[in-house]
């Protein structure tokens, strides 16, 4: 008798793309998504979308994916994540931040360690900057063992329109994912942020930090705030500037917001939205911020098959979508239950689930 | 005489008690050689210490150990199980068949199954035992099957394994019993380690082994301890004991039985736990999608308090024993059927000697002609006693009850049994009478066959019910939430873990506080009547979102989820007629805006934190803030802060007393302890606390475990089961799919059915790279591209392997054959199987071939989509016309367009010269400019070396032995050899392929001419030697030659001499040949006599093979006839 054909996951919509291609490769699934901007003006798959799924095709083997004649519908049936020596060139609809978020998620269970350039525009509004992947993603990974040997550097800024910059991304193989106990949140013991400019005054650096600090000064003095400039070729081709900022407990829970240059905001407001979203960010709870709840709920459901266990703030509409998503590919559903149930204000949750025992399939032995 | 005392006997001295060895005695006399017993001492250790592994087996609930009895036909495997059955149930069985579960003491349950001969039996009983019994003749010694078993044992991870030794009382002569015990024995060690148990089993009686062996025998057992094994520590699997086909009878008949069939399986579920949705294999038959999983109550339980306490000292009662294909036991529950053995043939003129009081039960049913309802519809029955009219079936499945079963397959297939259990338990609480009713005439008994029905009568429970059930919502239920507040009254509050605000807000409002377990179904619950009222009052109270059920159960939009509105209806706008309608931004339509991870806050959010109170409220979430806010939450984290903590919190109930204290108390307890522990972690014995990394990674393993069952401790079964997965040592149904017709048809419950559990990436086909290295008893090398049959992971099957060795790290490069005494890689296209996973390979798997089975054992490597081996190519030609270093060739390839792939390689021709292909020539297709390092001859033969990418045949078969009516004849793709061989085909003769005589013409070579200006330049060593040989005769050789008077006196002398020594040798020789007869003859006796005691010796090698093929011919006369005495 002959193997049963996999059976094809269907979506539908072009939201929560990235996470549902993620967990095709990873569970090995092949998924159908359709009804992509079907009803839009213009319909189908946007650039960045194409250009992610070229970018999935250079990092797996064997993936086979088809796009329909009018970009409203994709079959993407997985191959292996193989990794290796890979660049390549974003759009400049979307920052690379994009693409990492989604590769970040694939790199450790490869067959070779994986080295990606990727070059376009730094840091935008939508997704996450590299400073923040490089401080904050990058540290959550190695909550789950992957640790050694992952890095990220920045070798030029870019920022929108024109982008110009370039990172390179570092990322070990692991077999096993470390099961994750991390219930206690600690207390906010260290800030850290970096402000960036490129092409414009370094004075509006300082600027923002010297604002950034009046707010924060006051909850903590271990406040490290470092002024990044970028000159000549490595600052990319357009002017612009950023502050992202971090929030350390004494557990290692890691909080984050950043905020963008827009024009004619002074760069003092633009140091206050971000202290601002960070104070709400760390208001929020738990021990992983809300960026990243996703990513740290992907690890727990590829952890061994032992219960691991997070507290986490409210779930953001992605990380509701994406426990759905993670039940339909894995078969797996989170326990979730108030953190303290005596505390009525408390809005933090309790996420546990039992991981499925993945294991890198990929990687080779010896 | 002398009055004073005899002197006091000394009191006796205190023996001091020997324990163990006499320190002193073994203390080393020197430093050096003290040092040297020391590190022997630390290594030993060393060694004694294993990789700690998870045991993921509940320790508390284990499955029971399966032990498989193996063994060639003869040895008496049947007897030593009946034996064992007997020593621990008191029990004889008739017929064993399947597995055969026993308690054999307070925390352990044994399950015997007997292993046939058959190669596919002994890899999957290989796979799945934990303690194997390995019978040996021992007046046989060992047989190919048994180190064949063996070796399939080391490539799939080695269980425990004990030898027993039987048929010791056919050797009569002390002597050699003792001989062949230790021989025997030394080869047992040699196989396993040395000093592995083996058992002497000496005679039967009574048909059984003598009991003072089985009982020590029964003793080794119960204490052997088991070591996790890797591939069963991450893989679900179960032995089914237990086998019934479902299949609707009307599809069969159909169908005339060839339809797919729907089958149960039942077992213990060892291994890991078995998830929601896996998909499954069973060796034999192939993957199957698993239907669904029921929890069955323990068919043989261990026994608890309460057992110990019920027991009676009536043997029969005490000892259970489960075998269901062994017939044993006369009644067994299903989820939805009972079971009722009647023995031997059943047939309808047996109704004159019905004995007891269910056979007769059974009987009656047999009789019921009309449906459930029209027996309902004759019934009086009134649901209450104020009912009004009688109970009517209006259910539209329920007329379909008496002759099909469709209705309830059918629901069966789409509902999932992990619902449907849930419901059941329901059921089981509040169950309103109407469905009570039901139930109870509905109860049928039934007759299962040998392992399905011959009949088609199945018993029903009510459609309704099942229906019912199904429609529940898939997933997982923690909650009480408040919508299920009004429909579901029959529920208790227990074994919920979300729901405890709930219970909280119900329990406020005191009016609806009320025990739901004392209700009786029959009566009305008036309160009732207001419970959508009362609902509505009691929803503003709740104040706690449901994650679980709004992200799991709801279909509302992940925003609505977050931000809390409620679900928008589609059906409202697609309900109006018009031809166009308006769109709505539906989440599918909208922008970009939830695929990006970084959502800024909206503005007004942002603005309130310029408020310095809402900075403030959030101040001790920072180091620098009073720890009070949220003092609980974090209490133990500030344990490491040191002791003012203790003091902060012990002011703490002062403020609030009374209201909770002995909670409070109870945290100031445990932190205590915590402090306490952490006091002397640091102060008491630093070396004690620090563990090694053994202990260290032992102890977080057993913390890790421990975190895993109390994480869903005060969850119900059903619910832990849809998050964790069934866990091992629960006694489980299966039902599968579409599983083929032939292996209901053909189905033996002698071979052991495994279900083995596959993880997700092994479902994938793909190309999988091993180390493998060819079995050194197998007596053929293997070929690349000659088909084999693997077992690897739960798996057996047939593929095409191309071998191939790392050339340099370079290349792969093919090989044609394995290498002798040897790995290699081997590269094929089949199921995924993780890294690190043994296998063993087979040429044939039927039972007819001679030699040793098992060709090759290896290990996998890697998987992928692709592979990079290469085979080399050479391309000849030849050249056409030569210049100085440069030469024109041909023949090598056929257009332009290949030379220019070429450009630039590197060619050479057989006498060595290097070279380089140029450019192509117009002329002569294919034809290129090449330079050498020399001049060429026109002769040579230009090659140019190149690789080939191969791929290995994209070939799997799975070997599907359980479906054939003959298990061990199972025969895969052939070789062409074979083919032509059975068919009597002649292999094809190709002109080019005969050897024939190579005519080579002869080759002249020209003389090499020096120029004379270069010879007189050159050294003498390298000058040609030119030297005519003489034409003429000489003059030494032409003269005559005179002798005078005493030189011809000298010649004569020396001619005399030399014939009187020639006289002398052949005097000798004759002497010598005089005394080579001699010896010859004796020689020749010699010889005779050593004939005779050879042939004395084949004549008792001969002896011994027929005893054994006379064994053979009786096996297949009639299995299990009993070995005569010799």
């Not at chain 2, 302890?673 to 014995?685: I, S």
């Not at chain 2, 990674?697 to 079964?717: A, C, P, T």
């Amino acid at each position: 008798m002959a193997q049963p054909a996999p059976t094809v996951l269907t979506f539908s919509g072009h939201n929560y793309l990235r996470q549902r291609l993620v967990l095709s490769i990873l569970s090995g699934k092949p998924v159908r998504i359709d009804k992509i901007r079907s009803n839009d003006k213009n319909p189908g798959l946007r650039d960045f979308e194409v250009s992610l799924l070229r970018l999935l095709e250079k990092v797996t083997n064997g993936t086979v994916i088809e796009i329909s004649y009018t970009g409203t519908s994709i079959l993407v049936k997985p191959g292996v994540i193989y990794g290796g020596n890979l660049t390549h060139d974003c759009p400049l609809s979307r920052s690379v931040g994009y693409y990492l978020e989604t590769i970040i998620m694939l790199a450790p269970f490869s067959k070779k360690p994986m080295t990606l350039t990727l070059r376009g525009i730094t840091s935008d509004d939508k997704d996450l900057s590299v400073d923040l992947i490089r401080t904050v993603t990058l540290p959550h990974l190695q909550l789950f063992g992957i640790s050694d040997g992952l890095e990220l550097r920045i070798k030029k800024r870019g920022a929108r329109p024109l982008g110009g910059g370039e990172v390179q991304f570092l990322c070990p193989v692991i077999k096993l994912v470390k099961t994750l106990n991390f219930v206690d949140p600690g207390k906010i013991k260290r800030i850290r942020g970096i402000s960036h400019a490129v092409r414009v005054s370094p004075q509006f650096s300082n600027r923002m930090i010297e604002s950034c600090r009046s707010v924060l000064n006051r909850f903590v003095p271990d406040i490290y705030l470092y002024s990044d400039v970028y000159k000549g070729e490595d600052s990319g081709k357009s002017p612009g500037y950023a502050l992202s900022l971090v929030a350390e407990s004494t557990t290692s829970a890691l909080h984050c917001a950043e905020a963008i240059s827009e024009p004619g905001v002074s760069p003092e407001d633009i140091a206050l939205v971000a202290t601002r979203s960070l104070l709400a960010e760390i208001s929020n709870g738990g021990c992983v911020d809300r960026k990243h709840q996703s990513l740290v709920l992907l690890m727990m459901v590829l952890g061994s098959e032992d219960v691991g266990r997070c507290r986490l703030g409210e779930p953001t509409p992605r990380t509701v979508q994406f426990l759905r998503d993670v039940r339909d590919f894995f078969g797996t559903s989170f326990k979730i239950v108030p953190a303290d149930p005596d505390n009525p204000e408390s809005t933090e949750l309790l996420f546990s689930c039992y991981g499925t025992g993945f294991v890198n399939i990929n990687k080779s032995v010896a | 005489m002398d009055d004073n005392p005899h002197k006091a006997h000394r009191p006796a001295k205190a023996k001091t008690k020997q324990t163990g060895f006499n320190e002193k005695a073994f203390a080393p006399k020197s430093g050096r050689r003290a040092d040297r017993q020391g590190r022997r001492n630390v290594e030993r250790d060393q060694t004694r210490l294993h990789v700690p592994l998870v045991n993921r087996t509940p320790e508390d609930h284990p499955p029971p150990v399966i032990v498989a009895v193996v063994g060639p036909p003869g040895v008496g495997k049947t007897t030593l199980v009946k034996s064992l059955v007997k020593r621990y149930t008191k029990q004889t069985l008739t017929e064993l068949k399947g597995p055969i579960t026993v308690v054999s003491g307070k925390r352990r349950r044994l399950t015997f199954m007997e292993c046939n001969n058959d190669l596919s039996s002994m890899i999957d009983m290989g796979k799945i035992a934990d303690l194997v019994l390995l019978m040996v003749d021992g007046s046989f010694g060992f047989e190919m099957e048994q180190f064949e078993f063996l070796n399939i044992l080391q490539s799939h991870g080695f269980p425990k394994v004990i030898g027993v030794l039987t048929h010791l009382d056919l050797i009569k002569k002390q002597e050699t019993l003792r001989n062949t015990k230790k021989t025997l024995k030394k080869r047992f060690w040699t196989e396993i380690y040395q000093g592995a148990k083996l058992f002497y089993l000496s005679g039967i009686l009574n048909g059984r082994y003598p009991d003072t062996e089985i009982q020590n025998l029964s003793r080794f057992i119960s204490v052997i301890k088991f070591r996790p094994l890797v591939f069963r520590n991450t893989h679900p699997y179960l032995l089914a004991d237990r086998f019934e086909d479902l299949t609707p009878r009307e599809e069969l008949r159909q169908s005339k039985g060839k339809c797919d069939r729907t089958v149960t399986v039942y077992g213990y579920l060892r291994g890991t736990n078995l998830r929601h949705g896996m998909k499954v294999h069973i060796p034999g038959v192939g993957d199957l999608v698993v239907n669904g999983v029921t929890v069955l109550s323990d068919p043989c339980p261990l026994p608890d308090a309460d057992s110990e306490k019920k027991r009676k000292l009536s043997e029969r009662k005490k000892l259970l024993v489960h075998a269901p294909m062994s017939d044993v036991g006369g009644v067994t529950f299903d989820k939805d059927a009972v079971w009722v053995n009647v023995s031997g043939s059943f047939t309808r003129t047996m109704a004159t000697d019905i004995k007891g009081v269910g056979e007769r039960m059974v009987m009656d049913l047999q009789d019921v002609d009309g449906t459930l309802e029209d027996a309902v519809a004759a019934s009086q029955i009134k649901l209450l006693g104020t009912s009004e009219g009688n109970i009517l079936t209006n259910d539209p499945q329920g007329v379909a009850l008496g002759e099909d079963r469709e209705g309830n397959s059918n629901s069966d297939d789409q509902g999932n049994d992990w619902d449907t259990n849930s419901s059941s338990d329901e059921d089981d609480e509040g169950r309103s009478s109407f469905d009570e009713s039901d139930h109870n005439d509905d109860e049928a008994f039934e007759f299962p066959g040998s392992y399905g029905r011959s009949t088609a009568r199945r018993s029903q429970r009510s459609v309704g019910d099942l229906v019912s059930t199904d429609q529940l919502p898939q997933g997982v239920e923690y909650a009480d939430s408040d919508s299920d507040l009004g429909d579901d009254t029959g529920r208790s509050g227990g074994g919920t873990f979300g729901g405890i605000d709930d219970d909280e807000g119900f329990l406020n409002h005191g009016k609806f506080q009320m025990d739901d377990d004392e209700m009786e179904p029959e009566d009305f619950p008036q309160w009732k009547n207001h419970i959508a009222e009362n609902a509505a009052l009691i929803r503003p109270r709740v104040a706690r979102k449901d994650w679980m059920q709004m992200i799991y159960q709801s279909s509302l939009t992940p925003s609505h989820v977050v931000h809390g509105e409620l679900q928008r209806h589609p059906e409202e706008s697609s309900h109006t007629d018009e031809l166009f309608t308006i769109r709505q931004d539906g989440e599918v339509d909208g922008d970009d805006e939830d695929d990006r991870a970084s959502a800024s806050l909206p503005k007004s959010d942002l603005r309130k934190w310029a408020s310095g109170e809402v900075l403030d409220s959030i101040r001790h979430l920072f180091i620098t803030g009073s720890g009070l806010a949220h003092g609980d939450s974090h209490g133990l984290d500030e344990v490491g802060d040191g002791f003012e903590d203790l003091e902060e919190h012990a002011a703490v109930p002062e403020t609030n007393p009374g209201a909770d204290s002995e909670a409070s108390i109870a945290i100031q307890a445990a932190k205590k302890k915590e402090l306490k522990r952490k006091f002397d972690e640091q102060y008491d014995e630093p070396e004690t606390c620090k563990p090694d990394f053994y202990d260290q990674k032992k102890h977080e393993i057993s913390q890790q475990l421990e975190l895993n069952r109390m994480e869903f401790e005060g969850v119900d079964d059903v619910s832990r089961a849809l998050v964790v997965g069934h866990t091992p040592g629960s006694y489980v149904r299966i039902e599968l799919a579409n599983v083929p017709c032939e292996m209901v048809d053909n189905f033996d419950p002698t071979y052991p059915v495994v279900v083995g559990g596959l993880l997700p990436a092994e479902e994938r086909l793909g190309f999988v790279q091993v180390r493998i290295k060819r079995h050194r008893w197998f007596s053929k090398t293997l070929k690349t591209n000659d088909p084999l049959v693997l077992s690897i992971g739960w798996r057996r099957f047939q593929t095409i392997p191309i071998y191939s060795l790392d050339d340099h790290s370079i290349r792969m490069r093919m090989l044609k054959y394995t290498p002798e005494h040897m790995h290699c890689y081997a590269t094929f296209y089949g199921p995924v199987a993780l890294p690190n996973t043994g296998f063993c390979a087979f040429n044939s798997m039927s039972s007819e071939v001679a030699g040793f089975r098992v060709s090759a054992t290896g290990v996998v490597l890697d998987v992928d989509r692709s592979t990079k081996i290469v085979k080399k190519l050479k391309l000849t030609g030849v050249p056409y016309k030569v210049f100085k270093n440069t030469a024109f060739v041909k023949d090598m390839f056929n257009s332009a367009l290949e030379v220019t792939k070429f450009e630039g390689a590197n060619i050479r021709t057989v006498s060595g010269i290097r070279g380089q292909v140029k450019k192509a020539l117009s002329k002569p297709d294919g034809a290129f400019r090449a330079t050498f390092e020399d001049k060429v001859l026109m002769s040579d033969i230009v090659f140019l070396r190149a690789w080939y990418t191969i791929q290995p045949r994209k070939f799997y078969n799975p070997v599907t032995s359980l479906l054939l009516s003959d298990k061990s004849n199972w025969t895969g793709m052939r070789l062409t050899g074979q083919v032509r061989r059975e068919d009597g085909l002649k292999t094809p003769l190709r002109a080019n392929s005969t050897y024939k005589r190579v005519e080579r013409p002869g080759r002249r070579f020209n003389t090499l001419k020096i120029p004379r200006k270069l010879q007189a330049t050159l050294p003498f060593a390298s000058k040609p030697k030119l030297m005519k040989s003489q034409k003429r005769q000489t003059y030494t050789l032409r003269r005559a030659v005179v002798m005078e008077p005493e030189e011809k006196k000298a010649v004569v002398l020396l001619q005399q001499m030399q014939a009187l020594r020639k006289d002398q040798v052949a005097r000798r020789r004759a002497k010598q040949e005089e005394r080579r007869a001699v010896h010859r003859t004796k020689m020749e006796k010699e010889e005779e006599k050593k004939g005779e005691k050879k042939k004395e010796e084949r004549k008792e090698y001969m002896r011994v093979a027929g005893v054994k093929s006379k064994r053979e011919s009786e096996r297949e006369e009639g299995g299990a006839r009993k070995r005569r005495k010799t």
